[in-house]
């Protein structure tokens, strides 16, 4: 059993619409924020004889778009 967390998030020189719109919102709220970005990380528990190389795969194919996004991994167990 292998357990990952996959991060995506917008390559640079993205615009981050959703960053800038929490960001406004935190410095409304009153506090001091420079920069928001946003990003997701999933946690993928599966059975694999080679989970690298099928983290990858499933990266490329469905959890993040290579135009404008990047991706890493990380073995969590």
Do not use: T, W
């Not at 059993?1 to 998030?9: L, P």
């Not at 959890?63 to 991994?73: D, G, R």
Request: hydrophobic share 40%; net charge negative; proline share 3%.
């Amino acid at each position: 059993m292998a357990i990952y967390d996959v991060s995506v998030e917008l390559k640079k020189g993205v615009n981050d619409a959703e960053g800038k719109n929490v960001e406004k919102a935190l410095n409304l709220l009153g506090f001091d924020v420079s920069s928001v970005g946003i990003s997701r990380v999933y946690r993928i528990e599966f059975d694999s004889e080679d989970p690298d190389a099928d983290i990858e795969l499933m990266c490329q194919r469905l959890l993040a778009n290579p135009v404008i996004q990047e991706h890493s991994f990380e073995r969590v167990e």
